[in-house]
């Protein structure tokens, strides 16, 4: 067991050295990721203001709504994978993948452990520009008054960004079988962007809508952790979502790992 947590930390410090080599492209990313948010603003204020006493003022009223993608924008920076289905997809097709297979390391854990690594940096740099933004919009922001809902809102980012990088690394493995895996991933992005609320809030949906999105694993993306911290949720509502999250988590594992091996069975070492 020492050997093994050894090893791992081992490559979450080059994951870490790495990505933090690159700080300053993290801090730009992070800086432009806002600027979404400014058009979001003007939209939603025409939208409120053309319709003062519209349907959705009875669900959110307008700080509410721009608390709602500032959170969603917050999330994103702190769970999205970036690049890693790509570099998994070329790690495979380029034969980088050899290396590993030839030594003692679980290539899930590897990637895994550089994805946390880079997620960290990610969060660390930046922190500034999230403290900017919550300065400039403050009047729209609403704390918990409930001390819970900061635990249930960590475990469900950790629940999120584990769940986001597991589709991606299950995607990319597809690599094993197909030279180019770019058209399912945007074709799974597209997905995501409807079904996780990076659009819009999902409750603003048909009935039927929210129903089915409460048992996909897009929401728990996005918008379900921006609908702890905002307490739209009861206490059974937060705690049956943790526990669909989990499941999805769960059954994204057991799936990743069989892809895995079906696509060493079919994998031919070439480069490396």
């Known amino acids: 067991m020492g050997r093994f947590l050894r090893t791992y930390a081992h490559v979450f410090a080059v994951g870490w050295q790495n990505t933090f080599t690159y700080r300053w492209n993290f801090v730009l990313r992070s800086l432009f990721s806002f600027v979404p948010l400014i058009g979001t603003v003007f939209l939603w204020r025409a939208i409120y203001e053309g319709h003062p006493e519209g349907s959705l003022a009875t669900r959110y009223d307008y700080p509410q709504m721009i608390f709602y993608f500032l959170l969603s924008i917050l999330v994103n920076l702190l769970t999205v994978p970036t690049e890693d289905e790509w570099q998994i997809a070329s790690d495979i097709r380029d034969g980088f993948i050899n290396s590993i297979l030839l030594k003692p390391i679980d290539y899930f854990t590897y990637r895994y452990c550089l994805f946390a690594a880079y997620r960290l940096v990610y969060t660390l740099v930046a922190v500034t520009p999230v403290l900017i933004a919550l300065w400039i919009f403050r009047?729209?922001?609403?704390?918990?008054?409930?001390?819970?809902?900061?635990?249930?809102?960590?475990?469900?980012?950790?629940?999120?960004?584990?769940?986001?990088?597991?589709?991606?690394?299950?995607?990319?493995?597809?690599?094993?079988?197909?030279?180019?895996?770019?058209?399912?991933?945007?074709?799974?992005?597209?997905?995501?962007?409807?079904?996780?609320?990076?659009?819009?809030?999902?409750?603003?949906?048909?009935?039927?809508?929210?129903?089915?999105?409460?048992?996909?694993?897009?929401?728990?993306?996005?918008?379900?952790?921006?609908?702890?911290?905002?307490?739209?949720?009861?206490?059974?509502?937060?705690?049956?979502?943790?526990?669909?999250?989990?499941?999805?988590?769960?059954?994204?594992?057991?799936?990743?790992?069989?892809?895995?091996?079906?696509?060493?069975?079919?994998?031919?070492?070439?480069?490396?």
């Open 139 to 272: 009047h729209t922001v609403r704390w918990p008054e409930h001390a819970e809902t900061y635990l249930a809102f960590a475990v469900s980012l950790m629940l999120s960004g584990t769940l986001q990088f597991l589709i991606a690394y299950s995607i990319a493995l597809l690599a094993f079988w197909i030279q180019e895996v770019s058209t399912l991933v945007f074709i799974v992005y597209a997905f995501e962007v409807f079904f996780s609320g990076q659009m819009f809030p999902l409750d603003i949906l048909p009935p039927a809508w929210v129903t089915v999105s409460w048992w996909l694993p897009f929401q728990y993306e996005i918008y379900f952790p921006v609908q702890v911290f905002q307490e739209r949720l009861t206490p059974s509502q937060v705690w049956g979502g943790l526990c669909i999250a989990a499941g999805w988590v769960g059954a994204g594992w057991m799936g990743a790992r069989c892809i895995y091996r079906s696509g060493l069975k079919h994998y031919t070492a070439v480069g490396g």
